[in-house]
């Protein structure tokens, strides 16, 4: 006989990012597998969010909570529903020799979170993982995101729908929020400036911020400003753009510099 090694080729590898999605609806996309062996392979594509031994698993002490502060958790974000967040097809078949299939990725969170994420592994045989694939996506109740910055949160999230003791008060006469779902959530961006005194001409210390707008079928663009720009700017910081338009699908950077003034001191902070 003839020992044979199974292998396959794939059109991704490491990380496949489905990007920013609205809450409620879904986006997809396709990779291929194709088969380079002489024999035909049988195949099954596993998710680990629905692994039987993932309860198991997940007795442990999130990252967060240890030492290490990298988002190292496979499966993140989960639907409020219950449904998976990711499915793909087709999940099971055969590949004969020299032959490639596609696969359908779907992305449909049901609610706004930066960190659904999933471990997609292509197994041969039911027993050899030729692939691993990480799934990541995005979801926002609106058009607009925006990226950059400290991360503030964390990446694991409770499937515990809660709101902020001042939400479930009684609305004030005069007073009320409006707001999709009457929820009104202000998300806070910290982005860290460190500058550098040398001998040489000042260089500023510089970072930015990438403004999205989400491709839809309506294809909105979407609107952006920043206010106080006059405080910012007497404590030496400068923005790129103060407004902008951003086409449905694009992301716009916009640059912010910090470049001490001549009376300040390092023991301050601005």
Same mark, same amino acid.
């Given at each position: 006989g003839?020992?044979?090694m199974?292998?396959?080729?794939? =059109? ?7 990007? !920013?999605?609205l809450?409620?609806?879904k986006v /997809?996309?396709?990779?291929k597998?194709q @088969? *380079?062996?002489?024999? /035909?392979l #049988?195949?099954s ?7 039987? %031994? ?8 999130p ?5 290490? +502060?990298?988002?190292?958790?496979s499966?993140?974000?989960q ?5 998976s967040v990711?499915s ?8 004969? *020799? ?9 992305f449909?969170?049901?609610?706004e979170?930066? !960190?659904y994420?999933?471990?997609?592994k292509? &197994?041969?045989?039911g027993k ?7 799934l990541?996506?995005?979801a ?6 925006v990226?950059?910055?400290?991360? $503030? ?5 409770? $499937?515990a729908?809660t709101?902020?003791? =001042?939400?479930?008060?009684a609305?004030k006469?005069g @007073? ?9 959530? +202000?998300?806070?961006?910290? +982005?860290i400036?460190?500058?550098t005194e ?8 510089? %970072?930015e ?12 663009? &979407?609107?952006?400003s $920043?206010? @106080?720009?006059p405080?910012? #700017?007497q404590?030496?910081?400068a923005?790129?753009?103060? =407004?902008? /338009? ?5 992301v716009?950077? &916009?640059? &912010?510099?910090?470049?001490?003034p001549?009376?300040?001191s ?5």
């Amino acid at each position: 006989g003839h020992g044979v090694m199974p292998s396959t080729v794939c =059109s991704v590898e490491g990380v496949l990012s489905l990007g !920013y999605v609205l809450a409620g609806q879904k986006v /997809t996309s396709t990779f291929k597998v194709q @088969n *380079a062996s002489i024999m /035909t392979l #049988q195949y099954s594509m596993q998710l680990d969010s629905l692994s039987p %031994t993932r309860d198991r698993d997940q007795q442990k002490f999130p990252a967060f909570l240890t030492s290490s +502060l990298q988002r190292t958790e496979s499966v993140g974000t989960q639907n409020y529903n219950g449904l998976s967040v990711f499915s793909i097809f087709p999940a099971e078949g055969e590949l004969a *020799a020299g032959q490639s299939q596609d696969f359908v990725v779907t992305f449909s969170p049901d609610h706004e979170s930066l !960190y659904y994420s999933d471990l997609l592994k292509v &197994v041969l045989f039911g027993k050899k993982v030729a692939h691993e694939i990480q799934l990541k996506g995005a979801a926002r109740d609106h058009l607009m995101f925006v990226e950059g910055g400290v991360p $503030l949160d964390v990446p694991v999230e409770s $499937l515990a729908v809660t709101f902020p003791a =001042s939400l479930q008060e009684a609305p004030k006469e005069g @007073n009320v929020p409006l707001h999709r779902h009457g929820v009104v959530r +202000l998300k806070s961006i910290l +982005l860290i400036l460190e500058y550098t005194e040398g001998e040489s001409s000042p260089v500023p210390a510089v %970072t930015e911020l990438k403004v999205g707008a989400i491709q839809t079928a309506s294809k909105k663009n &979407v609107e952006f400003s $920043l206010d @106080n720009l006059p405080l910012l #700017q007497q404590k030496g910081f400068a923005v790129d753009a103060a =407004s902008g /338009t951003v086409e449905a699908g694009r992301v716009k950077r &916009v640059g &912010v510099s910090w470049l001490p003034p001549a009376d300040f001191s390092v023991s301050d902070s601005p």
